[in-house]
């Protein structure tokens, strides 16, 4: 069920939409975090949050409101707020255009969010390349600093918060966000061991809690309308997986773009209403939910859930892509929801080059800290290069699922199952191409990601 | 002490210990590569992978994975515990653990074994590090399968020369940051760093640097594989023809517990490798002690010697009681050296106190060095406490250059060969040494003492001759005999009981063990007898 909502993206599209007057005009411009840091207590900031059920918006889905309650004073150490704006998922840049078009949000919700977590500085640590956005956060903390909204004392309160942007050096890995804390630091970006966790040894080695930039710009609108309120915008509201959030399409779409929907879409709302249908109205060869990590889903797929305790019960027999797209939903079809970004690809496009193109990524990004990364993730990518280049054995081919099964699970962060997790969603679901390579009844000069449309259907916009 | 269970073996274990950790305390193994008792934990080599069975109220964690069924042609979705690596995973008190009982766990090892295998170049008939290679080891306990991964190997840098000690080759390397950590939390000197991403990884000295410190000897050994190694031991010797003792660093007063490896084919020590031993020097040793096995074949006296003339033994012996026959016994001293043996101390005493009856005691060594707050002694004698337990009135060398200088000391019979002085005293000790009537010394090595003694006797090195050293901190360690005795030497306590005969003494030993049982009471209390405290594998680097 698609349902427009338009908090985040107000300013979007509006003149000079980025600077303070547009912003206090149109987004009630920091009377949220004024009334947050002038009448509220900690704790009821935290306990507040957590009724948004905010599930985290870079990728892992964890509850916002939950993660801000694991932070505990420290008796002699400061606490931080870090955002994470390294937005490096293939398939991904809502992030992009928060800071690009609402800087303010951003800004404003890092005073709401230190003042919840008891941090008095917040590090904004952006992807190198987005200079544009990177700029428009710089002006933005200089407008609020210079009224008084960062810096000693934030409207009048006797809480200080400094919000400072650090930029990254445009390695992928330095999204994960223990990676990011070390690069923050200026140490290479190799994620950390866990425990300890960022909220009991973060950066520098003080109570940190790390979140995505979408999520944090989302806290003044949740503060705003009331979290419960939020919360219940969304039809997954009782799967706890509330409010609103910024939905992306892209791929073989006519209107790739980046939208603010209340949660409860489904991808072929997604594919169709959103992105205005797939180019020269061919097919769906399958969709990536989330981003590049989250295993492919194929249109013919059905939701199996005959018990009716199961919570996907409700969808049971019905397509996949029919499956509202929430955290919770999109795990409970063998995939992830990931970043909420969808990439179609339409009848044509050869899944081979498409897996290979992303393992080629994963074994670029990897930062080949420990073993079965490192290795694997090569040798998935060599594996499949000769597959296309028709000089791969059957044996190769199957052994595929073992080298991602080997992976899986068994490294020190999460990258690892993000190149495991699709890999063998492709070998699940695409093997028969995977064999006519092997076989040479295809080639892979002939290999396409693009697929042709009629000129005129790409003007349908 | 709580406990949990490893397959079926009970372990105890300290509150914090890792799974692996207390294993190890146990003498059990755990498989690993980056994983090193005495750095921090990386955890990047996964090659310790172990099953934790969940607890009663607990949900057991899976993951799902993929296997082909070639049968029916189709994949298969079947799901695998997680596991958890035993090098960073906390003990927990009755914790159930399987490592060796797992197919599971099993299925994991063999796989890192081969993702680490997957761009090695197997180059092991020119490797030095074949035959003690964490790889070559773990690929027969662990994977014993073929390659799977027949396609050229991704190419890395080879033969790099890290510093004056040390060669790097990137393709052998495995990344598990020992070498860093190493230089960073031990030897405080962070030179070296991973550089590149991925499957192209690879250590690296920072620029305008060079891995030069008084500990790079420490990456050959702390490098689990052959990517680390020394200039001096590389293409010298396959280590299968080496054999080894227990042996203890003579370099200062630490008393570094080491191997001592040496071939019997040729008689000749080749390289010295650390000895754990948490008391003394944990894992570790310095590059000056590491190159000490040299000694053994450097500088020796290893024939008799009368006036500055080769001699034979009897010739020499002849002489000195010639010498010594009806001198008056207060104008004999007795030189102790802080470079000898308790034993062949042990030995001088009996001559100089309880046969010869003088009072007059010395001891003489090597001078002060160099010191840190690592591992280095500025004492650079082994043995300087053992002399000083054994002999309480043994005088500073300058006290017996004072005795020759006055003509109160005309004879001296002493150990070893070197003297305390620093190059200003060196003058006056030699003038000094010059006026005694009779020299006679039982030294290994070449030093002033040897220069200056009328009648040398050549003693046997640590290296050839078992012998017991207290080191600073007073703890009493054993050295084994690796090597015979070469040329005409013999153990300095041999040599003097002969001398004793020679002077119509009836020396009372004979034998080592003659010497060991009346040693045995000596310190005891405060000196315990103490070759390794954990040693589990004997020969084996953690
Ligand atoms: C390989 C990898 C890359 C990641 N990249 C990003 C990223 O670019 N942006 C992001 O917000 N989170 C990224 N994450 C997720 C972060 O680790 C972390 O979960 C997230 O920033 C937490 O914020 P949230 O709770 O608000 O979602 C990545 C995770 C992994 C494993
Ligand atoms: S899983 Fe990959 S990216 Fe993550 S720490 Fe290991 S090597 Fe680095
Ligand atoms: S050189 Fe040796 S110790 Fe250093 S990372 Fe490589 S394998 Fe490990
Ligand atoms: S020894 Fe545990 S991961 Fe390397």
Same mark, same amino acid.
């Given at each position: ?461 | ?53 969940? *607890? ?5 964690? $899976?993951?799902? &994975?993929?296997?082909? %069924?070639? +049968? !029916?042609? @189709? ?94 080759? *990137? ?5 598990? $940051?020992?070498? &860093?950590?190493?230089? %960073?939390? +031990? !030897?405080? @000197? ?108 450097? %500088?020796? +006296? ?241």
């Amino acid at each position: 069920m698609i349902k427009y909502t338009n908090y985040l993206t107000t300013t979007y599209g509006q003149p000079e939409g980025w600077k303070l007057p547009a912003y206090e005009k149109l987004c009630h411009g920091y009377d949220t975090a004024r009334k947050v840091l002038t009448t509220m207590t900690r704790e009821a900031v935290v306990d507040e949050a957590k009724k948004a059920n905010l599930r985290g918006r870079g990728g892992a889905g964890f509850p916002m409101g939950v993660k801000w309650s694991f932070m505990r004073p420290h008796p002699t150490k400061p606490a931080y707020l870090v955002v994470n704006a390294d937005e490096g998922e293939p398939g991904t840049h809502k992030d992009r255009t928060i800071m690009e078009k609402n800087p303010h949000s951003v800004v404003e919700g890092c005073l709401i969010a230190c003042y919840g977590i008891g941090a008095h500085v917040a590090y904004i640590y952006v992807r190198d390349e987005l200079h544009l956005a990177k700029r428009r956060l710089e002006e933005a903390i200089a407008e609020a600093r210079a009224r008084g909204f960062v810096g000693k004392t934030p409207f009048g309160s006797s809480y200080p918060v400094e919000v400072y942007v650090h930029t990254g050096a445009g390695a992928y890995i330095c999204g994960e966000e223990t990676s990011m804390l070390n690069s923050l630091e200026g140490k290479r970006g190799e994620p950390r061991l866990k425990p300890p966790f960022p909220a009991q040894a973060g950066s520098f080695g003080c109570p940190t809690t790390v979140n995505n930039l979408e999520t944090i710009a989302a806290v003044p609108t949740m503060f705003n309308l009331g979290c419960d309120a939020f919360s219940k915008m969304s039809a997954l509201h009782d799967m706890k997986d509330g409010g609103v959030r910024l939905f992306g399409v892209n791929g073989h779409v006519k209107k790739p773009q980046i939208i603010e929907l209340a949660v409860g879409v489904t991808i072929r709302e997604m594919i169709y209403d959103i992105g205005g249908g797939v180019l020269g109205d061919k097919d769906v060869l399958a969709v990536i939910p989330g981003g590049s990590s989250t295993p492919i889903l194929r249109p013919q797929e059905t939701v199996h859930a005959p018990d009716e305790k199961n919570p996907m019960h409700p969808w049971h027999g019905k397509s996949v892509f029919d499956v509202p797209l929430g955290v919770d939903t999109m795990r409970g079809v063998g995939t992830m929801l990931g970043t909420c970004c969808v990439t179609v690809m339409a009848e044509g496009t050869d899944p081979v080059l498409a897996f290979q193109n992303l393992m080629q990524f994963y074994k670029h990004e990897s930062c080949g800290q420990c073993t079965p990364c490192r290795e694997g993730s090569g040798w998935l990518d060599r594996t499949l290069k000769k597959i296309l280049a028709g000089k791969a054995s059957m044996k190769e081919l199957d052994d595929l699922s073992d080298i991602a099964s080997n992976i899986m699970g068994n490294t020190i962060c999460a990258f690892g199952e993000g190149t495991a997790m699709p890999a063998m969603g492709f070998l699940q679901k695409f093997r028969p191409e995977l064999e006519a390579y092997v076989r040479g009844e295809k080639k892979g000069k002939d290999a396409r990601l693009t697929v042709s449309f009629e000129a005129s259907e790409q003007a349908a916009e | 002490m709580p406990t949990f269970k490893l397959d079926d073996k009970t372990i105890p274990f300290e509150p914090g210990d890792t799974i692996i950790q207390a294993a190890h305390k146990q003498g059990i193994e755990i498989p690993h590569y980056c994983w090193h008792p005495g750095l921090s934990i990386a955890a990047n080599c996964r090659m310790c992978l172990v099953e934790i069975l969940p *607890a009663k109220d607990q949900r057991p964690l $899976t993951l799902d &994975i993929l296997e082909w %069924d070639p +049968v !029916a042609k @189709d994949y298969r979705a079947v799901k695998k515990p997680k596991l958890q690596p035993a090098c960073q995973f906390a003990a927990t008190e009755n914790m159930e653990v399987l490592s060796d009982l797992s197919d599971h766990v099993k299925k994991a090892r063999a796989a890192v074994q081969e993702f680490l295998l997957l761009n090695h170049p197997v180059d092991c008939p020119i490797c030095d590090q074949a035959g003690e290679c964490k790889l070559q080891d773990y690929w027969l306990e662990h994977q014993k399968t073929q390659k799977r991964m027949l396609d050229e190997p991704v190419h890395k840098p080879k033969a790099v020369s890290f510093g004056p000690t040390i060669v790097y080759d *990137a393709e052998r390397c495995v990344m598990c $940051t020992r070498c &860093i950590r190493f230089f %960073d939390e +031990v !030897a405080h @000197d962070p030179v070296l760093d991973m550089r590149e991403r991925g499957n192209l990884n690879e250590i690296f000295v920072a620029p305008g640097r060079q891995l030069d410190n008084k500990y790079t000897y420490m990456a050959d050994w702390v490098c689990p594989v052959g990517a680390l190694t020394t200039k001096d031991f590389r293409f010298k010797a396959r280590v299968w023809f080496l054999r080894s003792v227990k042996s203890v660093c003579q370099g200062c007063a630490t008393g570094c517990n080491t191997y001592l490896d040496y071939d019997s084919r040729f008689n000749r020590t080749y390289r010295y490798r650390p000895r754990e031993n948490e008391a003394v020097n944990k894992y570790w040793m310095c590059d000056d002690g590491m190159v000490s096995y040299k000694a053994a074949h450097e %500088d020796r +006296v290893l024939e008799p010697r009368v006036e500055g003339k080769t001699s034979s033994l009897g010739v020499a012996l002849e002489a000195a009681k010639k010498k010594l026959d009806g001198v008056p016994r207060d104008s004999i001293a007795i030189v102790y050296s802080a470079q000898h043996s308790l034993e062949d101390n042990w030995a001088l005493r009996e001559l100089g106190k309880t046969l010869i009856e003088t009072d007059r005691a010395f001891w003489s060594g090597a001078p002060d060095g160099y010191e840190d707050k690592i591992l280095i002694h500025k004492d650079k004698n082994p043995n300087t406490a053992g002399v000083k337990q054994l002999v309480e009135s043994a005088k500073p060398f300058s006290a017996l250059v004072e005795g020759l200088a006055s003509g109160a000391i005309k004879h001296v019979i002493a150990l070893g060969g070197a003297t305390p002085s620093t190059k200003e005293e060196a003058d006056a000790a030699a003038t000094a040494l010059g006026k005694a009537e009779t020299i006679n010394t039982n030294p290994t090595h070449h030093g002033a003492l040897t220069q200056a003694a009328a009648i040398v006797l050549p003693a046997s090195s640590w290296a050839e001759a078992s012998g017991t050293y207290v080191n600073f901190k007073g703890i009493r360690q054993q050295s084994d005999k690796a090597i015979e005795s070469q040329g005409s030497s013999k153990p300095a306590w041999q040599q003097i009981g002969l001398l004793a005969r020679a002077l119509g003494y009836e020396a009372s030993w004979t034998k080592l063990r003659d010497i060991r049982t009346r040693l045995s009471g000596l310190g005891e209390g405060n000196a315990p007898v103490h070759t390794t405290i954990t040693d589990p594998h004997s020969t084996e680097a953690p």
